[in-house]
């Protein structure tokens, strides 16, 4: 059955929409729970959801951070300020806390301390992890992109990976006991949900087989 259309030209629409459409669209969006470190040694912890690897040799990862009232917000200026950064994966468990991380805390003040969030001192990084988190990964910025009037994206080397042993068999990652949550468009998050499984395809499918399916 074919669709029927709305066609929303971008160049006739502002960016409070281009943003609902493209967050309602590109779903569902990994999050990255980033910890950095101010100059005045304030811990900040906050959810981003325009977030992914984008490299595996080195391995590095990627997030899109907006600015706010034209400012940088406070993960994206202590980023450029101290160039270190961990990625903390967020989970089921612990939505409703990384959640209440996303609230708009003054500089001076620490979401983890505020929240009671608990720590571990990174290796290679001054910024700390989310202890509640099963897999954490500590980056040192590499690249500066901005992007557009609003964007920013910073791209991190991962210097280490800190695996839970609930989630790592000492080879592979069990996504599923990982138990991540991903961000759709408004006010919704998501688990998993149903699990499909195909296998890798190193050759393409044979089209007449198919057909007799």
Known sequence: MPHDFTTLCAAEIDNSTAYR???GIVVPRPI?????????????????????YVAHSPPMLAVNIGSRGGALKD???????GREFVVNVATLPHM??????????????????????????????????????????????????????LNTLYIGEVLAFHLSD?????????????QPIARLGGPFYAALGEIFERPVLQTPPDRSQHLKD
């Open 21 to 23: 459409l493209l967050c």
């Open 96 to 149: 409703d806390l990384m959640h209440q991380t996303s609230a708009e805390f003054p500089p001076e003040q620490s979401e983890t301390e505020a929240l009671g969030i608990a720590l571990l001192p990174s290796r290679f990084v001054k910024p700390p992890r989310v202890a509640v988190a099963p897999a954490q990964m500590e980056c040192r910025l590499r690249e500066v992109v901005r992007l557009g009037e």
């Open 75 to 81: 993960t994206a200026r202590n980023i450029e300020q």
């Open 32 to 52: 990255a729970w980033i910890t950095t470190l101010s100059p005045q040694g304030v811990v900040n912890a906050a959810p981003f959801s325009s977030y992914n």
């Open 166 to 178: 609930h989630i790592f068999d000492g080879k592979n990652v069990d996504s599923v006991k990982m």
